[in-house]
Nanobody, 123 residues
């Protein structure tokens, strides 16, 4: 019953910013964690960021640390990814994911996935 819908992708110049949103339905995230992943053309899916729903604790891939920020709005069951100082290598399809348990690997283990939103960074 859980659905995740991403939005906010688009085309931006290098150095610019985008804010992605992921709205969930059919589930209240009182526990567990949510995350963002991305997949560039011809490359494997990679972990970007995760947030623990209850505490708001965050963890980032080294490639985005200091540039991206994940956050959540508990009232809206929505997670965000603020992307600053974007680089062409950030170009990818970005996927939102959710996990209701709290004991898995938040860089990999998710039960629910969104459809993805395209982010293109031009040079």
């Amino acid at each position: 019953q859980v659905q995740l819908v991403e939005s906010g992708g688009g085309l931006v110049q290098a150095g610019g910013s985008l804010r992605l949103s992921c709205a969930s339905s059919g589930h209240t995230f009182s526990a567990g964690y949510m995350g963002w992943f991305r997949q560039a053309p011809g490359k494997e899916r990679e972990f970007v960021a995760t947030i623990t729903w209850r505490s708001g604790s965050t963890y980032y891939a080294d490639s985005v640390k200091g540039r991206f920020a994940i956050s959540r709005d508990t009232a809206k069951n929505t997670v965000y990814l603020q992307m600053n100082s974007l680089k062409p290598e950030d170009t990818a399809t970005y996927y939102c994911a959710a996990e209701r348990s709290s004991w898995g690997d938040p860089t990999r283990d998710y039960d629910y996935w969104g459809q993805g939103t395209q982010v293109t960074v031009s040079s």
